[in-house]
């Protein structure tokens, strides 16, 4: 079963677009050269991270954020489980190291835990836990 899913970032973006208000708003009247410096990485960063792909086909689990960006792979045969998790609101959103592994989510509490044959735990963040969860075990048997 081939799978396919891009999850947009909305709660990111979000953030990122009340930071960017915040710091115009509070730059008003001023003569501050960190301004366009700030607004600059904070549209590097939106692009970015604009949004989760994660694809499944015969072989592996791919995943990257926005435009192709930070691209990861994680072969079928060394996914042992996979199970949905609620992660909390404060492990954030990007790439983090939590308690039970590598997260990679741009908007949600709602992840796919895979558990690898070496221990190793990943987690991605989705939209769309049950499809995902769905298409790895076709390829588990």
Same mark, same amino acid.
């Given at each position: 079963?081939?799978?396919?899913?891009?999850?947009?970032?909305?709660?990111?973006?979000?953030?990122?677009?009340?930071?960017?208000?915040?710091?115009?708003?509070?730059?008003?009247?001023? !003569? @501050?050269? &960190?301004i366009?410096?700030?607004?600059?990485?904070?549209?590097?960063? +939106?692009?970015?991270?604009? =949004?989760? *792909?994660?694809?499944?086909? !015969? @072989?592996? &689990?791919?995943?990257?954020?926005?435009?192709?960006?930070?691209?990861? +792979?994680?072969?079928?045969? =060394?996914? *042992?489980?996979?199970?949905?998790?609620?992660?909390?609101?404060?492990?954030?959103?990007?790439?983090?190291?939590?308690? +039970?592994?590598?997260?990679?989510?741009?908007?949600?509490?709602?992840?796919?835990?895979?558990?690898?044959?070496?221990?190793?735990?990943?987690?991605?963040?989705?939209?769309?836990?049950?499809?995902l969860?769905?298409?790895?075990?076709?390829?588990?048997?």
């Amino acid at each position: 079963m081939q799978y396919q899913n891009t999850q947009t970032g909305k709660a990111l973006l979000l953030v990122i677009g009340g930071v960017l208000c915040f710091i115009i708003f509070t730059s008003i009247g001023n !003569n @501050n050269e &960190v301004i366009l410096p700030a607004i600059i990485i904070l549209g590097i960063i +939106s692009f970015l991270f604009h =949004s989760l *792909n994660i694809q499944v086909d !015969n @072989n592996s &689990v791919n995943w990257s954020f926005g435009p192709g960006f930070w691209k990861k +792979s994680l072969d079928i045969k =060394s996914i *042992n489980s996979v199970r949905v998790i609620k992660t909390k609101w404060y492990y954030g959103l990007g790439i983090r190291y939590i308690p +039970s592994g590598w997260l990679y989510a741009v908007s949600g509490t709602t992840a796919v835990e895979f558990e690898l044959k070496n221990g190793t735990k990943i987690n991605l963040g989705t939209n769309d836990p049950d499809n995902l969860i769905k298409a790895i075990q076709s390829q588990l048997r």
